[in-house]
């Protein structure tokens, strides 16, 4: 008999496995090229604003320890710039994948998993408060439907397997 919260439920276990085999099959070069675009896509909004400007001269280093994914976000002009081999961090953010998606999703704020000792902030406390608020004004539904319900059905099954 088909049983789908045991397929869900293995779906959600296999991810991390699956994308961090991903991420040592793509390229580099592909894979920031991705970030970058994603990312210029995602804050054109707040690039257009100025309201990245304290990224200036600054890098904020995340990593997604489960998926060996590490990765450095600055500002370049009006334009954020993507290094997968960061050689600056001002701010490291660090937390697994189900944490981070559930960051996205809206189902866990980041004070409650700094706290839990899930999200780990390194380095200047100042950029990482811009961080943070930035990231707490802006829900998922700015991501495209597809996406922020593929995202959203992910954390409520992180929610009941646990991360």
Request: overall charge positive; glycine content about 6%; some cysteine.
């Given at each position: 008999?088909?049983?789908?919260?045991?397929v869900n439920?293995?779906?959600?276990?296999?991810?991390?496995?699956?994308?961090?085999?991903?991420?040592?099959?793509?390229?580099?070069a592909a894979?920031?090229?991705?970030?970058?675009?994603?990312?210029?896509?995602?804050?054109?909004?707040?690039?257009?604003?100025?309201?990245?400007?304290?990224?200036?001269?600054?890098?904020?280093?995340?990593?997604?320890?489960?998926?060996?994914?590490?990765?450095?976000?600055?500002?370049?002009?009006?334009?954020?710039?993507?290094?997968?081999?960061?050689?600056?961090?001002?701010?490291?953010?660090?937390?697994?994948?189900?944490?981070?998606?559930?960051?996205?999703?809206?189902?866990?704020?980041?004070?409650?998993?700094?706290?839990?000792?899930?999200?780990?902030?390194?380095?200047?406390?100042?950029?990482?408060?811009?961080?943070?608020?930035?990231?707490?004004?802006?829900?998922?539904?700015?991501?495209?439907?597809?996406?922020?319900?593929?995202?959203?059905?992910?954390?409520?099954?992180?929610?009941?397997?646990?991360?």
């Amino acid at each position: 008999m088909f049983d789908i919260k045991r397929v869900n439920s293995k779906l959600v276990v296999a991810l991390p496995i699956t994308l961090r085999r991903l991420n040592r099959c793509v390229p580099k070069a592909a894979q920031g090229f991705i970030l970058q675009l994603a990312l210029n896509r995602f804050f054109c909004h707040e690039l257009r604003s100025g309201e990245l400007s304290f990224l200036q001269q600054k890098t904020v280093v995340v990593r997604v320890s489960d998926i060996e994914l590490e990765f450095g976000i600055s500002l370049k002009g009006k334009q954020l710039s993507v290094q997968l081999l960061p050689v600056q961090q001002d701010l490291l953010l660090h937390a697994e994948l189900a944490d981070f998606i559930a960051m996205i999703s809206n189902q866990i704020d980041p004070d409650t998993l700094f706290f839990r000792r899930r999200l780990q902030m390194l380095g200047d406390t100042e950029l990482g408060l811009y961080c943070k608020n930035l990231l707490d004004s802006i829900g998922p539904e700015r991501l495209p439907a597809p996406l922020a319900a593929g995202i959203n059905w992910l954390a409520l099954k992180q929610m009941v397997t646990g991360p």
